[in-house]
């Protein structure tokens, strides 16, 4: 495995801000993936959002319909393009990452829970 085009932005990845990921957040066709560790998604996350760290991710969504809408979160935004990669190479085709992480999430106030 090429570990330098695993963290490259793959060109079939969507970029959506945090103000259209909050417009997703309670669409049921879209799946909310945060891909941080175990001790960040503790520290606060999306609401809905699916727990599926880095070096899981492929496995967690492998039973999910390939055409489901997914966006993937992590800290900054190189995760989740790591993942997108990973899920990409699976055959899903709609793979979308909040640009800039939970970090622009958290810079444009928007909303996180601990539960």
Same mark, same amino acid.
């Given at each position: 495995?090429?570990?330098?085009?695993?963290?490259? +932005?793959?060109?079939?990845?969507?970029?959506?801000?945090?103000?259209?990921?909050?417009?997703?957040?309670?669409?049921?066709?879209?799946?909310?993936?945060?891909?941080?560790?175990?001790?960040?998604?503790?520290? %606060?996350?999306?609401?809905?959002?699916? +727990?599926?760290?880095?070096?899981?991710?492929?496995? =967690?969504?492998?039973?999910?319909?390939?055409?489901?809408?997914?966006?993937?979160?992590?800290?900054? %935004?190189?995760?989740?393009?790591?993942?997108?990669?990973?899920?990409?190479?699976? %055959?899903? +085709? =709609?793979? +979308?990452?909040?640009?800039? %992480?939970?970090?622009?999430?958290?810079?444009?106030?928007?909303?996180?829970?601990?539960?």
């Amino acid at each position: 495995m090429n570990i330098l085009r695993l963290f490259q +932005h793959p060109k079939e990845l969507i970029d959506l801000n945090p103000a259209e990921v909050f417009d997703k957040v309670s669409v049921p066709q879209w799946v909310i993936v945060d891909v941080r560790t175990r001790a960040e998604f503790a520290s %606060g996350h999306i609401k809905g959002a699916i +727990h599926a760290p880095l070096g899981t991710t492929g496995q =967690q969504m492998a039973d999910r319909d390939h055409n489901s809408q997914i966006v993937l979160i992590c800290k900054t %935004g190189h995760r989740s393009q790591a993942a997108a990669r990973e899920l990409l190479d699976m %055959g899903f +085709h =709609q793979v +979308h990452h909040l640009l800039g %992480g939970m970090d622009r999430w958290r810079k444009n106030r928007m909303p996180v829970t601990r539960e």
